[in-house]
């Protein structure tokens, strides 16, 4: 295990992606195996220290950035262990790149469904922050496809989670390390009914108590492997960018390809076997900004929509067939839109969405300041609220921005880039009054990065101090001293 202090060997440990400025930290451990990360878990705890974990601190909420103690890496946890077809799921250690995870699945002619903008990201974190992504639309979060977890809690006990083999009964489930007995108690709050959801602690009627550590951003126990389920992999995918002159058109193909591909998950009977895996949105700002990159982008575009589906040789011809009606009936711009059916023009598209948060990037760090962007879902029904109110208060605010996102899943980005000061604050306060507003529609604070550091107030809006209690009283069963992640989800005085 490698040890260090010196503050040149800390500094790049100090940051994540949220440019959260601040961090610092005593000691430096890069432990080698599981049983090392035990035995300085069970000092820091003995010595009441706190711990942040280290992924590859691509997160946005400040969760990987220290404020004193120490931090670990499980960058060296990075194994591979199984990739196994037949029973089509994989098992690998936290500090496995997801990159490098999806070409070891590839390999076996498989899939691994959850899509995050950032494939830098490691495992452990993925599952810790139930991250999530474009195709989350059809695939679900992270924890959709978590069969099984091993962790180290703050005592540095092990625990063993298996999907199905635990449930709560009575309002309670017994949990049981290689040490200690855990007896811990179901939260009882309701989650908004949104379809993808990161803040806090996971709560449902019928819940299995792995689901409490998938999201729980380090402050339960620490994520050093997981096993996790996969598919065969498609045959194809249908690809397309289209382009459209009217916002108005542009909602009405998103309500309908929605609707559509609702209505065949469901087995009702669809009209078109159109499914969609993403519906992503751009809006005139997005497209401007990525224009010098992509100059076939119409000038007219008043926005954009980013689909895919899954094909075979067989029925790809007759899906493209329904996706150019449905286009064509709410009248999109096919002689300038994009399509893609092979690998070379997916890998255009792909480009082409990811080129927008690069370029956001680039603006904040032109101008200097740390980044603002809203990542609130709300219920279908009310999503154009959310949508109209967003377009109101920010073409009215006089300060530079974006907004695009996952429209199939009602969550959009709302990017903002000050260039003064005074914009700032300006920013700040139009962000409190987004949450305030997906809060007012039965929404969610986080819908995919999670607290952290940066959202706990936001998360205390949303929850009420009651069911902040409840969690934090889970967090004190598994880790009585507080040590692991703190700062993340909860202020300090709920622990």
Not at 135 to 157: C, K, M, P, Q
Not at 305 to 327: I, R, Y
């Amino acid at each position: 295990m490698q040890v260090k202090t010196q503050a040149d060997d800390l500094q790049n440990y100090l940051t994540d992606s949220s440019h959260m400025q601040g961090g610092h930290a005593d000691k430096l451990f890069i432990p080698s195996s599981v049983d090392e990360l035990s035995q300085v878990l069970k000092e820091a705890d003995i010595s009441k220290m706190a711990v942040t974990i280290s992924g590859a601190r691509t997160g946005t909420v400040g969760g990987a950035i220290p404020f004193g103690g120490c931090v670990i890496s499980l960058e060296r946890l990075n194994n591979i262990k199984e990739v196994n077809k037949a029973a089509k799921a994989i098992t690998a250690e936290a500090g496995v790149i997801l990159g490098d995870l999806q070409k070891a699945v590839e390999a076996k002619g498989l899939f691994y469904p959850p899509d995050p903008t950032e494939w830098s990201c490691q495992i452990g974190g993925n599952v810790a922050t139930n991250a999530s992504g474009a195709r989350s639309f059809l695939y679900g979060s992270t924890r959709r496809w978590v069969n099984e977890i091993r962790v180290v809690l703050a005592h540095g006990d092990f625990l063993h989670l298996v999907r199905g083999e635990h449930q709560f009964e009575n309002g309670e489930v017994v949990l049981e390390s290689n040490h200690r007995k855990y007896t811990i108690v179901k939260p009882t709050y309701d989650r908004p009914l949104v379809s993808k959801n990161a803040s806090g602690y996971f709560a449902a009627d019928q819940m299995d108590p792995i689901d409490l550590f998938i999201g729980s951003e380090g402050t339960l126990g620490v994520i050093v492997e997981a096993r996790l389920r996969l598919l065969l992999k498609p045959e194809g995918f249908l690809t397309g960018i289209v382009f459209f002159c009217s916002i108005e058109d542009l909602l009405a193909f998103v309500d309908k390809a929605r609707e559509i591909s609702f209505e065949n998950r469901s087995a009702r009977e669809s009209l078109t076997p159109i499914n969609a895996t993403l519906l992503e949105y751009f809006d005139c700002q997005s497209l401007r900004l990525i224009s010098e990159k992509f100059p076939d982008i119409p000038k007219g575009a008043a926005g954009a929509v980013f689909f895919e589906q899954e094909t075979t040789s067989a029925n790809e011809e007759e899906l493209l067939g329904h996706w150019h009606d449905l286009f064509e009936k709410h009248h999109a711009d096919l002689d300038h839109s994009w399509f893609a059916t092979s690998d070379d023009d997916r890998a255009r598209m792909r480009k082409f969405r990811h080129a927008l948060p690069i370029a956001c990037n680039e603006r904040y760090s032109r101008y200097g300041f740390k980044k603002v962007s809203t990542d609130m879902a709300v219920p279908v029904d009310r999503f154009r609220s959310l949508l109209r109110f967003y377009e109101d208060i920010l073409s009215g605010s006089g300060i530079e921005y974006v907004l695009f996102g996952h429209i199939g899943d009602c969550h959009l980005h709302a990017n903002l880039f000050p260039k003064k000061e005074s914009e700032v604050e300006r920013s700040r306060h139009i962000y409190g009054r987004c949450v305030a507003q997906a809060l007012m529609l039965g929404g969610t604070v986080s819908a995919e990065h999670g607290i952290g550091k940066l959202k706990r107030k936001y998360l205390s809006a949303m929850m009420g101090e009651r069911y902040l209690n409840e969690m934090a009283s889970i967090k004190r069963t598994l880790d009585p001293n507080g040590v692991l992640g703190r700062g993340n989800i909860f202020d300090e005085s709920y622990l």
